[in-house]
């Protein structure tokens, strides 16, 4: 079994990860980047495409650098039991910083588990990791500044993006873009997106209805407007909005609010000598995760001067997490869509109609299996959340599946909570 | 570059750097618990929709591995 020792270990080699390391590394901290993914990036740098300051820290092979490295659990203070493709390992730390990332909210329709349905994050990360849609018809729908992200992506990946669908109205894109004045390098973004995405239809207020097909996507319905439209299609991607990625945060007793950790100015959790940047503190985009993984990467190695600095610059991004959720939150059609008979839980093939029958998140999961599946709820949770109400969504070690090889090294019982 | 994989026994070449999810992408996947096909969905390794048996380790998650030469992927396991 393999042991090894740092001052501070890093989960997520995304943008905050990188950032982070880079700070650390630089006042002489020994640090472990790692990361679920085969290559760095996160989302916004997919596919190995990390800014040229951070490539070097990103190098296969670095002694520091453990690419496809997931964490199973946090079997005791300062300890990370880790596992991967060769086995599995444990890591201590003096400090923490958890750059977890953010995943799309992807809820129920009709439809929704036919192959060819994507996230659209999710059909962009497909796209930059090298599928190939050439001539491919696509249509996006959800929310938010990532479903353009996703078309121009597709769009130089030579699909032929047929429409993107916008659930929030044209009242709050305007208040969206007004507000993105305040932000110039958002704003010369979504210029440069806008150009990119010419000839492409976009609507507000218009969302997927059903996707429908024989063994695979055919055909999409959607509401345009109040206008009811089919089309035909390869490629469906629907995505609404991101979720911070807290399960990590979570088995360490992090506190977290409406999802998201709770940070102080140094990006410090609820719990010493846990850090937690980007997306995992509020969904805030690129420029918020290089920041605060910068202030966590020098609190974190001793450089408080340097990261109190930085914490004044936070405020206008926090502003942004705001703007970004009000201006994109749902319409009640969206928690409407999914009929009795459509699956909620994926892995466990649970219909609606099943969990309708119970009150609670626990008591579904202990009568239907709904959430116990290999992604443990990462999916249907939040679709629990929005279409059910419920709130005590909430995970159990390990905090990915695993083998048991792996297991069998943890020293402690992997949960001290009581079974049911 | 190229390099070649074995999907279900049969030879593919797919571009080197290309993830195995997107190398597999619309071509018949795995069945749910109640049979239904079922293809990567999230791209990001969260929701595990797309795992398949590689050189015989089971439950791989495609979305998460770099194509490898000689690689042997079962898409029904």
Not at chain 1, 3 to 10: F, G, N, P
Not at chain 1, 288 to 310: D, P, T, V
């Amino acid at each position: 079994m393999r042991e090894r020792s740092v001052d501070i270990a890093i989960v997520g080699a995304g943008p905050a990860g990188l950032a982070a390391a880079d700070a650390a590394m630089a006042h002489g901290a020994s640090v472990a980047l790692l990361d679920d993914n085969p290559l760095a990036g996160g989302q916004v740098w997919r596919g190995g495409r990390v800014a040229p300051a951070f490539a070097a820290l990103a190098q296969t092979g670095s002694a520091h650098y453990l690419p496809g490295t997931r964490v199973v659990a946090t079997p005791v203070a300062g300890q990370l039991l880790l596992e991967d493709a060769s086995g599995a390992h444990h890591l201590y730390y003096r400090k923490l910083i958890v750059a977890s990332g953010a995943r799309e909210r992807l809820l129920p329709f009709p439809g929704w588990t036919l192959p060819g349905v994507t996230g659209a994050g999710g059909l962009q990360a497909l796209v930059k990791n090298g599928m190939d849609v050439r001539g491919q018809r696509v249509v996006l729908a959800g929310t938010g500044p990532l479903l353009l992200a996703a078309a121009a992506s597709l769009r130089a990946a030579g699909a032929d993006v047929l429409l993107v669908a916008e659930q929030t109205d044209w009242a709050r894109l305007a208040r969206f873009a007004k507000g993105l004045w305040r932000q110039p390098a958002k704003l010369a973004q979504a210029i440069a997106l806008g150009w990119e995405l010419r000839g492409t239809p976009y609507r507000a207020a218009s969302y997927v209805v059903a996707a429908q097909g024989t063994g695979r996507l055919q055909q999409v319905r959607m509401q345009l407007a109040g206008r009811e439209v089919v089309l035909d299609c390869d490629w469906l991607g629907v995505g609404y909005g991101l979720l911070p990625n807290t399960e990590l945060l979570a088995a360490l007793g992090c506190t977290l609010v409406n999802g998201a950790a709770v940070v102080d100015r140094t990006q410090q959790t609820s719990q010493p000598h846990i850090y937690a940047a980007g997306e995992a503190t509020g969904i805030g985009g690129l420029d918020k995760a290089l920041l605060e993984g910068r202030i966590a990467g020098l609190a974190a190695s001793g450089q408080h001067a340097a990261a109190a600095a930085l914490a004044a610059q936070r405020a206008r991004h926090l502003h942004f997490v705001a703007e970004l959720a009000h201006c994109f939150s749902l319409r009640p059609e969206i928690a409407q869509l999914a009929q009795a008979d459509t699956l909620v839980c994926r892995c466990e093939d649970v219909s609606l109609s099943r969990l309708q029958q119970y009150g609670s998140w626990r008591e579904a999961k202990l009568q239907t299996r709904c959430g116990m599946g290999p992604c443990q709820g990462r999916i249907c949770g939040a679709a629990c959340q929005t279409l059910l109400g419920w709130s005590d969504i909430g995970q159990r070690p390990p905090i990915q599946p695993a083998r048991l090889a792996t297991l069998a090294l943890s020293p402690a019982p992997l949960s001290t909570e009581a079974l049911p | 570059m190229k390099v070649t994989i074995w999907i279900n026994g049969q030879r593919r070449e797919v571009p080197s750097g290309t993830t195995l999810a997107a190398a597999l992408a619309g071509l018949p996947g795995r069945r749910s618990v109640g049979g239904e096909p079922r293809a990567a969905f999230c791209g990001m390794g969260v929701c595990h929709e797309c795992r398949v048996s590689v050189d015989g380790r089971a439950q791989q998650r495609a979305c998460q591995l770099l194509v490898q030469e000689g690689m042997e992927v079962d898409c029904d396991a």
